[in-house]
């Protein structure tokens, strides 16, 4: 499955960006779907996912209550929305995918064999 992200760019803190991930190739709905972020010399890691149906979604405690992540399987996309942004949510955000069987933990990234290119995200203070 190829992966598109798109969305980012410059925003204050406590502004919203919306992220969305276009999916090609393979039937979307056999994937569970995630978006994780890496920090210039920081780690790429964790931010939501969602279950192949949609009724599943986990988030990383630092964007809990802030974030959201959705999917429409009839568009092969899968969203982002991201609320009440600081500066320490600044990173380049990535969508990656994982078929439903895999059974490593959702926030491991090399559980997902599928990833966007990524898009620039940064939070002005």
């Known amino acids: 499955v190829q992966l598109q992200a798109c969305g980012g760019g410059l925003v204050q803190t406590g502004g919203s960006l919306r992220l969305s991930c276009a999916a090609s190739?393979?039937?979307?709905?056999?994937?569970?779907m995630g978006w994780f972020r890496q920090a210039p010399g920081k780690e790429r890691e964790f931010v939501a996912r969602?279950?192949?149906?949609?009724?599943?979604?986990n988030y990383a405690d630092s964007v809990k209550g802030r974030f959201t992540i959705s999917r429409d399987n009839a568009k092969n996309t899968v969203v982002l929305q991201m609320n009440g942004l600081k500066p320490e949510d600044t990173a380049v955000y990535y969508c990656?995918?994982?078929?439903?069987?895999?059974?490593?933990?959702?926030?491991?990234?090399?559980?997902?064999?599928?990833w966007g290119q990524g898009t620039q995200v940064t939070v002005s203070s």
């Open positions: 990656a995918a994982r078929g439903t069987g895999y059974t490593y933990a959702y926030y491991v990234t090399g559980s997902y064999p599928y």
């Open positions: 969602i279950n192949w149906s949609g009724g599943i979604t």
């Open positions: 190739g393979r039937t979307f709905s056999n994937y569970d």
